[in-house]
C-alpha cells in the first residue's frame, strides 16, 4: 500500500474515493496507523468498523452535529452508522463495499472531527 497521509489534518484533506472490493480494505498495519490519528477513536468488535461516542450538553447540539456530519457523509458519498440520544451521538464507519475498513472511513472519521474542534 502506498505511503498515504497519517495525521488527522491529512486524513480530513483527503477526498473518500468508490472502492468495491476487499483488495481496497485497510491491513490491520494500516488501520492501527491510521487510528493513532484519531483520538478518541476505536475498533469495534473483529476490527469491522471504527467508532466513536461524542457527548453534547443537550439534545439539540446532538442533533445538529448528526445534521452537520450528514452533511459531510453525503459530500463525501460515504455514510456512518448514527445512533443518537440525549446528549450523545454514537458514529460508526465501515465501507460495506470492501467488507470492513477503507481508507474511506478514516478520512472521514478525521473530518467528524474537524466537525467538533473549537
Not at 34 to 45: I, K, R
Not at 56 to 64: E, G, M, N, Q, S
Not at 79 to 103: I, K, M, N, Y
Request: with cysteine; hydrophobic share 45%.
Amino acid at each position: 500500500m502506498p505511503n498515504l497521509p497519517t495525521t488527522l489534518a491529512e486524513l480530513a484533506a483527503e477526498k473518500c474515493l468508490p472502492l468495491k472490493g476487499r483488495e481496497h480494505a485497510a491491513s490491520s498495519e494500516q488501520a492501527q496507523a491510521w487510528l493513532a490519528a484519531l483520538p478518541g477513536w476505536s475498533f469495534g468488535p473483529d476490527q469491522a468498523d471504527l467508532r466513536k461516542e461524542f457527548r453534547f450538553t443537550d439534545f439539540v447540539r446532538a442533533l445538529a452535529f448528526v445534521n452537520a456530519l450528514g452533511y459531510v457523509a453525503e459530500r463525501e458519498n460515504h455514510h456512518p452508522d448514527l445512533e443518537l440520544g440525549w446528549g450523545r451521538v454514537l458514529v460508526r464507519f465501515s465501507t460495506h463495499d470492501v467488507g470492513g475498513l477503507s481508507r474511506n472511513d478514516f478520512v472521514c472519521a478525521a473530518k467528524t472531527e474537524v466537525l467538533v474542534s473549537p
